[in-house]
């Protein structure tokens, strides 16, 4: 076996740690992917709920308002029989 100079073996060396690092970079890449999935799953549950929430209260503010609209044309109704009687 043929001894390598010091330049091939940094070079070697160099080859080897170059796709170390980009497995590295990859990985963390691949992490912080994770991570922003589980965060924006986090938010979208948190989204849908709130609007759950408001659309049961835009049915309580549209059921009042139903109640509210029958009582006033009641009150009409009941003014003009007393107007007309």
Do not use: F
Not at 9 to 14: P, V
Not at 18 to 41: F, G
Request: net charge negative; aromatic share 2%; no cysteine.
């Amino acid at each position: 076996m043929s001894e390598m100079n010091p330049s091939q073996s940094q070079l070697q060396s160099q080859a080897q740690t170059r796709p170390m690092e980009e497995m590295d970079i990859l990985e963390r890449r691949v992490n912080e992917l994770i991570a922003l999935t589980e965060q924006l799953s986090r938010e979208n549950k948190a989204l849908r709920t709130q609007q759950d929430n408001w659309s049961v209260e835009r049915a309580k503010l549209i059921e009042k308002n139903e109640l509210a609209k029958h009582r006033v044309e009641s009150m009409i109704g009941r003014l003009r029989s007393l107007e007309n009687g």
